[in-house]
C-alpha cells in the first residue's frame, strides 16, 4: 500500500510539474519574457503605446518619473464604476504629488460611447483604447477591474484584481507616490538619500 | 481501505489538475445540460427546452440587462433547412443588488436557468437526423469582478419524423 501510494503523489507531482511547466513555456514562446506571469511586484511594467480618446498616442514610458496608476476597466463592468469617482478624487488630490492615472478601456463599444460613459462618471484623467496585446503583456487582464501601481522608477509596486476598498486603494496610490526614479533621481533625491543612510554609515563606523 | 486510498488520491489529483489549469484565475463558467432526443414530424412544431448551470460564484447578465452598456445573454442557433427555429423565450432575470453596487438593481440569471425553443419541421421536410448548432454569449461578474464575454457551443441532434 505505501509502494502505491508513493507511485501515486510522484505521479500526481510529475504531471503538476509538467502542466506548470508547459504553460509557462507557452506562454514565453507566445508572448516573450516580457509578459507579466505570477507575482508582479518588482518587475518592469511592460511599455506600451495606446491611442486615447482625444486622439493622440499615450506612452507609458513617458510618464517615468511620476506615480501611475494604471486602470483596466470596461463600460460593461458594474464593480468598475465604483472606483471612477474614487479614482477622480484621487487624481485630484495626488495629481500635484506626481500622480497620474490612466484607464484603459477593454471595450468593444465605440469611443464616444466610452467617452460619454467617462464624462457620466466623472473622470477626469486619461483614458486609453486598450488592446489585446497591451491585455496579453499585462498577464491576460481577464477580470476588471485590475489595477496595476506603477512606480516613478517604471517597476510595477501593487496589482489588486477587483473592487477593493478606497482605502486600500489610497494606501496604494500613497506607496506608489513613495517611489523614487533610480534613474534619473535628481540631486536633491541623491542628497536626501545619502542623508538617510549617513546615520547607518555612522554607527557602523 | 486501499480503495478509500485510491479516491483520495484521484481526488487530490483532479483538484491539482484544476489548480494547474487556473493559476490564481477564476474562470467563469456556463455548461449546458446534455440533451435527450429531440423529434419533430414533418409539419409540425416541438417545444426544447435547453438547460444551463452557472458556476456557484458568478452571475450573468439576463437577455434584457437594465442598461444598455451591460451584455445581454443571447443564444443564437443555426438550424439546417429541414428545420427552422420557430421562438426562442427566455427567463426573467432576478432583480438582485451586489455588494459592488448596492444601491443598483442589475437583472441576472445565477444557478441554473433554462431557455425554451421552439422547433418546426417545414410539411416538405424530409425524414432524418439533423444538427442543430450555436451558440450561448453572455457576460459574468462574480461579486467585486466582471470577466469578457464569452461563448459557449451549444449542439443538438433533431429527427425529422415522416408527416
Known sequence: VKRNALVFVALFVAILAMLASG?????????????????????????????????SKVKLSDFR???????????????????????????RQYGKDGLVILGVAMDDSKPDSIQQFA????????????????SDDYGDVDSLPTTFYIGRDGTI?????????????E???????????RSIASPQQSQAAAEVKSPVKDAAQ | MRK????????????????AQSPGNNVPSVIMAPIGKVQVRAGASTDVSLDF???????????????????????????????????VKYPAGQDVSFPFSPDEK?????????????????????AGTYPVKGELRFQACDHSACYPPKSIPVQFQVSVGKK
Not at chain 1, 506600451?48 to 480618446?53: E, G, N, T
Not at chain 2, 483520495?8 to 491539482?16: F, K, R, T, W, Y
Not at chain 2, 442589475?106 to 424530409?126: C, E, H, M, Q
Open chain 1, 119 to 134: 464624462s457620466e462618471m466623472g473622470v477626469n484623467y486619461q483614458i486609453l483604447l486598450g488592446t489585446d496585446k497591451v
Open chain 2, 53 to 87: 448551470r452557472i458556476g456557484s460564484e458568478f452571475h450573468i447578465n439576463s437577455h434584457t440587462p437594465k442598461s444598455e452598456l451591460l451584455i445581454p445573454t443571447v443564444l443564437k442557433l443555426q438550424a439546417p433547412d429541414q428545420v427552422t427555429v420557430a421562438d
Open chain 1, 157 to 169: 509596486v501593487d496589482k489588486m484584481v477587483g473592487l477593493l476598498d478606497r482605502k486600500d486603494i
Open chain 2, 106 to 126: 442589475l437583472s441576472v440569471y445565477s444557478g441554473d436557468f433554462s431557455i425554451d425553443t421552439v422547433l418546426k419541421a417545414p410539411a416538405n421536410a424530409a
Open chain 1, 23 to 55: 504553460k509557462y513555456l507557452d506562454r514565453t514562446r507566445k508572448h516573450g519574457p516580457l509578459r507579466l506571469v505570477g507575482n508582479v511586484q518588482g518587475l518592469q511594467a511592460p511599455d506600451f503605446q495606446l491611442p486615447s480618446l482625444d486622439g
Open chain 2, 4 to 19: 478509500n486510498f485510491a479516491f483520495v488520491l484521484i481526488g487530490l489529483l483532479l483538484a491539482g489538475l484544476a489548480l
Open chain 1, 65 to 91: 518619473g511620476k506615480a501611475v496608476l494604471l486602470n483596466f476597466w470596461a463600460t460593461w463592468c458594474p464593480p468598475c464604476k465604483v472606483e471612477m469617482p474614487w479614482f477622480a478624487d484621487l487624481q
Open chain 1, 171 to 181: 494606501d496604494a496610490v500613497k506607496k506608489t507616490l513613495n517611489t523614487t526614479n
